[in-house]
């Protein structure tokens, strides 16, 4: 179902206040707590950090091939190999934070620019399917709020297990 001008609009409100709400709590956390997993398979915040960064630069990148493409594919990716093989508890958080900043930031002052229609493109996600611009504003306005979310829990209960 396609966003009415209107909920795109808020879509993208909520894409530009992501990264402060993200930068908001990982500050709340203590040193000792940034590569600290709340269970075995689970991400630390720092971890939870490098993924963001590298979603952002994804979705920049995704949105770019829907509106200058024709009918793009959309590579998915493995999150949990990505943070293995990239060792997300060596990436240093103020390049982390640099990269979605600067990624967002660009790519809002992008969609700002363009008229409604420009929205009504289709792609083809390897993972999700028929993929088009609303599909991106419904993902990726959420997307570092439901990570601040985790980290908040994850410090939540690293003090419900350290005191």
Request: proline share 4%; net charge negative; with cysteine.
């Amino acid at each position: 179902m396609s966003l009415s001008s209107s909920e795109r609009s808020e879509c993208l409100q909520r894409y530009e206040r992501g990264p402060a709400l993200l930068r908001a709590a990982f500050e709340t956390l203590p040193r000792e707590a940034l590569m600290w997993r709340p269970e075995p398979g689970r991400w630390s915040a720092l971890e939870v950090l490098a993924h963001c960064a590298d979603a952002e630069l994804h979705a920049a990148i995704r949105i770019r091939a829907l509106l200058a493409e024709e009918r793009p594919l959309l590579a998915g990716y493995d999150e949990n190999r990505w943070a293995a093989a990239l060792d997300y508890h060596g990436v240093d958080p103020e390049q982390a934070f640099a990269a979605i900043h600067a990624a967002n930031r660009l790519t809002a002052a992008l969609l700002k620019q363009l008229p409604a229609g420009a929205f009504a493109v289709r792609g083809t996600h390897t993972q999700r399917g028929e993929y088009s611009a609303d599909d991106w504003f419904r993902l990726y306005a959420e997307h570092l709020e439901v990570h601040a979310r985790q980290i908040e829990r994850n410090l939540a209960q690293w003090h419900r297990r350290h005191g």
